[in-house]
Structure formats: C-alpha cells, structure tokens
C-alpha cells in the first residue's frame, strides 16, 4: 500500500525487452537516500504502477514490467529520460498525508487541459467512462501515483487543481495536454459501488 505522496522524481535510463521481448526491464536512476534501508523484493510505486524491485544499486533500480502491465498502463510507453513518480510502500505507523493507494492502476487518462487559476493550475483529464463513474467530488483519485481532491466531474472527465509545490517536486512539472496518464479510483468508492449492485 502507499499513500500517494510521492517522496522523489526518478529517472529513466534504460528499458530493455526480456523474455520473448513481450515483457520489459525498465531501469530507474534516483537520489540514493531514495534507496536507504530497501531490500531487494521490495514494493516501489512508479507513477503509480506497484512494482517490484529485482535489482538494486547505489542510485538505480530496477523492475520488470509484464506484457499485461504494459498494456494496461503507461509504462508501454516510457521512454529512456523519462521522469518517473516514485513512493516506497507504506509502513505501519507511517503518515498517512494522501490517501490508501494499491498501485493498481485502474486505467489510462488523457489530459485535457492546465489552465492557471490564481496560484494554481486547474488540470482536467478525460477518462473512460466505467473509470469515472466511481470519480466524486472532493473524493480522491491517484494520476501518476499523486494523491489528490477531485474539484469538477463529469461523464467523461475530471478536475483537480495543482499547487506550485506538487508541480515542482512530481511529474506534473513537466506534464502537457494530450499526455497519457495513470488513474486509480479510491478503494472505498469501489467497493461502495460493487455493494449498490447488491442492494435489494
């Protein structure tokens, strides 16, 4: 689990094709302090992507991506200088700033738009519509692993607004109109949705 408060911006260096070259190694370099304390095997949320560390150096890491993920997600897309969002996995006892974040990424937005408004910018993304069924109003949502406040719903699209802050220390900073991105809908608005299917 994470919480979506990304703690650094790591770098592409290398995606390579492993296996029938279906499936991918991706190698991401990062601050050191990033890496203090990870053990080989741990979880590492890449743009919101749970993955698992298979290698580990001073200022790298590395994960394998299957086919499925690759489709899914973005990451079929990633390309060698990249910026990556990145969070270690939860601890217990740890703050838990954002919000509960699987790294289950329930599919890929589009942004529509950043429009400054006053000290922040307003980003809106369309999404499919059975991803935004389950996007509320001052609910949560996960774009790129980034833990945020719904502002705007509609059938097909979102709203939520970016502080400078967020901007400089996450992918955002250099995220443009028409780019694809990661979305996870809030755990809880799943479940209350698959509950409403059962009501009598």
Known sequence: MFTGIITALGTLREVQPIGQGHDMRLVIGVAPEFLAGAALGCSIACSGICLTAVELNADSFAVDASAETLARTTMGRWRAGGRVNLERSLKLGDELGGHLVSGHV??????????????????????????????????????DGVSLTVNEVDAESFGV??????????????????DAVNIEIDTLARYVARLMEFRA
């Open 106 to 143: 329930d599919g890929v937005g589009q942004v529509l738009s950043a429009t400054p408004e006053n000290a922040s910018v307003r980003w809106r993304f369309a999404v499919p519509r059975e991803i935004a069924k389950y996007i509320a109003v001052k609910g949560s949502v996960a774009i």
């Open 161 to 178: 607004n970016i502080i400078p802050h967020t901007a400089a220390v996450t992918s955002f900073g250099t995220l443009q109109p028409g």
